[in-house]
């Protein structure tokens, strides 16, 4: 069973960054991986619909995995270049014996008829195939035994050939050996870390709802209350004419207790205002009858759209 941290949950989404790439997640949208010669491996889908730079993408779902909000899977190791740290690539064969890349590969045939083994240009006679051996013409009764490769430089046949890499952005040759490497990930959110995020409350998507409904919004505000206590607020809303409404997002993966309850109570009681609080956790029996003991404002939801449906029709009948 996957553990997260509820209070890492609630932080994440305070960060604009983090909480598009929370909900683009949420949404159950792909994590696909892709690779080009600009930007080398990463995250095009999420960087286009959570505002990220390519350069950003792979170490913020790093991040979040390393938080068990998002599980990983290596695909392959990358080699990149000690020099530019580029991964555009390319592997240079060369002779293992004098160094040189004018190599060529040679197959190794065999006429089955008799037998005969040789390299194919030995079958190469003035434009035909033809076995050196018993002179016949060949066509379809040969097969590849073996291959080989031969440098045009030396005359060396091997079975393998010598490698280095080349990059081909700041034009160095090195070897496995001299470069850095990195695993190549592909991310996958779980069923159960899904349904998580779904029940998170993303406060960019209600300050939105409150702006487009006329509503000037203040964000991130701190009251002090009349005890000298400052009590800190997602949103404070205000009309032309009439009084502020603050708004509280309670992102928890806890039931909201009784304790909970009076915490909001003494809150609202405190810096004198008409305060909605807003949540997707389990609420008991008992704390929902305190709430209606002390009339407090709150938007119960199955999920973030279903606190979202509800926080509109709070606004509509504010507007009204």
């Keep these: 069973m996957v553990s997260i941290d509820e209070d890492v949950l ?34 095009p889908q999420i960087e ?17 995995a390393s938080l068990k909000i998002l599980s990983e899977k290596i695909l392959f190791l990358s080699v990149i270049c000690p020099t530019c740290h580029s991964t555009n690539i390319a592997v240079v064969y060369r002779c293992p014996r004098c160094g040189s890349v004018a190599i060529r590969k040679d197959l190794l045939m065999e006429h089955i008829p008799c037998g005969y083994i040789g390299f194919k240009p030995s079958f190469e006679e003035k434009g035909l195939a033809v076995c050196p051996r018993c002179g016949k013409t060949v066509s379809e009764d040969v097969r590849i035994v073996g291959v080989w490769f031969v440098c045009s430089s030396c005359g060396s046949r091997f079975p393998e050939p010598g490698h280095n890499l080349f990059c081909r952005i700041c034009k160095e040759f090195f070897t496995v050996k001299d470069s850095s490497m990195e695993f190549i990930v592909e991310y996958y959110v779980s069923d159960e870390v899904s349904a998580t995020l779904r029940k998170l409350i993303f406060p960019s998507r209600i300050k939105s709802i409150l702006e487009d409904s006329g509503f000037r919004v203040e964000e991130n505000i701190a009251v002090k209350g009349k005890s000298g206590v400052v009590h800190p607020f ?16 309670e992102n928890t993966l806890k039931p909201i207790t009784e304790a909970k309850v009076i ?58």
């Excluded at 909480?19 to 080398?40: F, M, N, R, T």
Aim: net charge negative.
């Design 234 to 249: 997602d949103f404070i809303v205000r009309r032309d004419p009439g009084r502020a409404i603050a708004f509280l997002i």
């Design 48 to 64: 286009s619909e959570a505002e990220i730079l390519p350069s950003e993408s792979a170490r913020i779902l790093s991040d979040l």
């Design 263 to 320: 915490e909001w109570y003494t809150r609202s009681v405190d810096v004198g205002m008409d305060v909605v609080y807003v949540t997707a956790a389990y609420i008991s029996d008992g704390a929902r009858n305190l709430m209606k003991f002390y009339d407090l404002s709150v938007v119960e939801a199955e999920d973030s759209r279903d606190a979202e449906a509800k926080v509109r029709k709070i606004v509509e009948a504010l507007r009204g």
């Design 10 to 43: 609630a932080k994440l989404v305070k960060d604009k960054t983090l909480e598009k790439v929370l909900y683009y997640i949420a949404e159950g949208k792909p994590l696909s991986i892709h690779y080009d010669l600009e930007h080398g491996y990463h995250y």
